[in-house]
């Protein structure tokens, strides 16, 4: 019999139940839940005059909708207002622990996450957010759920869920010179496509990924939903062990030894079969960028934009329109195209390492001018180290300033919006159409890309201007 992978590990230890030639009834150890896909999941489970059934394996927090500016004040959106007070209303019935607005854990939820030490090796992990895929970097089977979902959740703790398959993708060897993560997962998405792992879950492993800090390997797994997959992980090691040590919830003195001891069983055996499996060198990977209207659409800057000659011809149809709406033409450079804003924050890119990266490039340069910079941390936790490392003084050195936590002009469901026509270098995960607010065109980018876009105005390969 086939060893196990570190998916099946994991997923066969939450099987409750098994319907035949059926989902699985699987058990969630966290549930994560903010005031977006929350409401109407609260209200489901009153009106059947039910509690939360385990309250103490959820935690919440406002992100996608609250203002970056002047949190201390009223929300002035009515309905961003109204979901945030209802979170506190329901988190407050039903005992579930929640970090509102200016608590010092506050932030992004998949930030806060991991920053926390809630977010372990071996658990399954829920959230009505598509980007749950981010804890799967600890090793954790961690995906989106829809609101029917939460209400499932948050009444048994459990979730109907298909098994899917498993494809493993490796990247082996060093990366380049300015190629960070997101370049990684922006290359994968490239070369896979934006349907590429519908069906998977996708464990990644090499020599590169090993490599990659934790901030980065939760970069890699929060896109891996950008090619369709179920969600991505990550097999913990000794830099995971090291990270979740000391932090706020993880385990503490010998309870830390026995959790590391169980940890270490967690990882792929060498005899398990894979459904799908892909090769990548590290070396071939350069500083990416999207031109198009999916995460799938993506170039070296170094390159141009596929020539029409270039494209399937099942997909020429949907490049030429997404070529349109972006204002580009086919074949043309990415590089030197001017950048009207840049936004650094998100679930993908929103960490302290984020931000330090961006505040070691452009310390001792200046913002162009023509470029508006939004630089918004992932949480207050962030903002607090930012503060006390001088990044923010360095960021303010160089023409920019630092908003207050939240998801902000991911998705611009608060008031950071990209005007229509303008166009924004973003590290978050999304560019669809209007994905930053109506008529606004988006190019993903790693924070290094977003911040050599800030300083020359223009797409610059960040690594040109590394010395």
Same mark, same amino acid.
């Given at each position: 019999m086939?060893?196990?992978?570190?998916?099946?590990?994991?997923?066969?230890?939450?099987?409750?139940?098994?319907?035949?030639?059926g989902?699985?009834?699987?058990?969630?150890?966290?549930h994560?839940?903010?005031?977006?896909?929350?409401?109407?999941?609260?209200?489901?489970?009153?009106?059947?005059?039910?509690?939360?059934?385990r309250?103490?394996?959820?935690?919440?927090?406002?992100?996608?909708?609250?203002?970056?500016?002047?949190?201390?004040?009223?929300?002035?959106?009515e309905?961003?207002?109204?979901?945030?007070n209802?979170?506190?209303?329901?988190?407050e019935?039903?005992?579930?622990?929640?970090y509102?607005?200016?608590?010092?854990?506050q932030?992004?939820?998949?930030?806060?996450?991991?920053?926390?030490?809630?977010?372990?090796p071996?658990?399954?992990?829920?959230?009505?957010?598509?980007?749950?895929?981010?804890?799967?970097?600890?090793?954790?089977?961690?995906? /989106?759920?829809?609101?029917?979902?939460?209400?499932?959740?948050?009444a048994?703790?459990?979730?109907?869920?298909?098994?899917?398959?498993?494809?493993?993708?490796?990247?082996?060897?060093?990366l380049?010179?300015?190629?960070?993560?997101?370049?990684i997962?922006?290359?994968?998405?490239?070369?896979?496509?934006?349907?590429?792992?519908?069906?998977?879950?996708?464990?990644?492993?090499?020599?590169?990924?090993?490599?990659?800090?934790?901030?980065g390997?939760?970069?890699?797994?929060?896109m891996?939903?950008e090619?369709?997959?179920?969600? /991505?992980?990550?097999?913990?090691?000794?830099?995971?062990?090291?990270?979740?040590?000391?932090?706020?919830?993880?385990p503490?003195?010998?309870?830390?030894?026995?959790?590391?001891?169980?940890?270490?069983?967690?990882?792929?055996e060498?005899?398990?079969?894979?459904?799908?499996?892909?090769?990548?060198?590290?070396?071939?990977?350069?500083?990416?960028?999207?031109?198009?209207t999916?995460?799938?659409?993506?170039?070296?800057?170094?390159?141009?934009i596929p020539?029409?000659?270039?494209?399937?011809? /099942?997909?020429?149809?949907?490049?030429?329109?997404?070529?349109?709406?972006?204002?580009?033409?086919?074949g043309?450079?990415?590089a030197?195209?001017?950048v009207?804003?840049?936004?650094?924050?998100?679930c993908?890119?929103?960490?302290?390492?984020?931000?330090?990266e961006?505040?070691?490039?452009?310390?001792g340069?200046?913002?162009?001018?023509?470029?508006?910079a939004?630089?918004?941390?992932?949480?207050?936790?962030?903002?607090?180290?930012?503060?006390?490392?001088g990044?923010?003084?360095i960021l303010?050195?160089?023409?920019?300033?630092?908003?207050?936590?939240?998801?902000?002009?991911?998705?611009?469901?608060?008031?950071?919006?990209?005007?229509?026509?303008?166009?924004?270098?973003?590290?978050?995960?999304?560019?669809?159409?209007?994905?930053?607010?109506?008529?606004?065109?988006?190019?993903?980018?790693?924070?290094?890309?977003?911040?050599?876009?800030?300083?020359? /105005?223009?797409?610059?390969?960040?690594?040109t201007?590394?010395?």
């Amino acid at each position: 019999m086939a060893g196990k992978t570190l998916f099946d590990k994991i997923w066969d230890a939450h099987v409750v139940n098994e319907i035949p030639d059926g989902p699985s009834v699987l058990f969630i150890d966290k549930h994560l839940v903010h005031e977006v896909t929350s409401p109407q999941a609260f209200a489901g489970i009153d009106a059947r005059g039910i509690k939360v059934f385990r309250p103490e394996r959820t935690v919440a927090t406002p992100d996608h909708n609250i203002p970056t500016v002047d949190q201390h004040l009223s929300i002035k959106d009515e309905l961003s207002r109204f979901q945030v007070n209802k979170l506190t209303e329901n988190c407050e019935k039903h005992g579930v622990t929640l970090y509102g607005l200016n608590h010092p854990f506050q932030g992004i939820v998949h930030v806060i996450g991991p920053e926390l030490g809630i977010t372990q090796p071996g658990m399954t992990m829920v959230c009505g957010d598509s980007h749950t895929s981010t804890h799967g970097a600890f090793g954790s089977v961690a995906f /989106g759920i829809g609101t029917s979902e939460v209400e499932m959740v948050l009444a048994t703790q459990c979730i109907l869920q298909p098994k899917p398959k498993r494809m493993r993708i490796n990247v082996e060897g060093e990366l380049g010179k300015g190629v960070s993560a997101k370049d990684i997962i922006l290359y994968i998405i490239a070369k896979i496509s934006a349907s590429g792992g519908t069906g998977y879950f996708i464990e990644f492993a090499g020599s590169a990924i090993r490599n990659l800090s934790m901030e980065g390997r939760m970069t890699v797994c929060n896109m891996s939903i950008e090619s369709g997959a179920r969600g /991505g992980l990550i097999a913990p090691d000794d830099i995971t062990f090291e990270y979740i040590k000391g932090r706020e919830f993880a385990p503490e003195g010998d309870d830390f030894d026995k959790a590391v001891k169980k940890w270490k069983e967690l990882y792929t055996e060498d005899d398990a079969v894979f459904d799908k499996e892909i090769n990548y060198d590290a070396a071939d990977i350069a500083p990416m960028i999207t031109y198009g209207t999916n995460p799938g659409m993506g170039a070296k800057i170094s390159e141009h934009i596929p020539a029409e000659s270039e494209v399937e011809p /099942g997909n020429l149809a949907s490049y030429k329109k997404s070529l349109k709406y972006m204002g580009f033409e086919a074949g043309s450079a990415i590089a030197g195209n001017p950048v009207d804003y840049i936004f650094v924050g998100s679930c993908t890119n929103g960490r302290i390492e984020d931000l330090r990266e961006v505040a070691n490039f452009v310390k001792g340069r200046k913002k162009a001018d023509s470029v508006t910079a939004w630089i918004v941390p992932g949480s207050k936790q962030v903002e607090k180290q930012a503060n006390e490392e001088g990044i923010t003084q360095i960021l303010e050195e160089a023409g920019f300033k630092l908003r207050q936590p939240g998801c902000s002009a991911c998705l611009a469901m608060n008031d950071d919006k990209i005007p229509a026509g303008k166009l924004a270098v973003a590290t978050s995960n999304r560019n669809f159409e209007g994905r930053q607010g109506p008529g606004a065109r988006t190019m993903l980018a790693s924070p290094l890309t977003a911040a050599a876009a800030a300083i020359t /105005g223009v797409i610059t390969d960040p690594s040109t201007l590394i010395n």
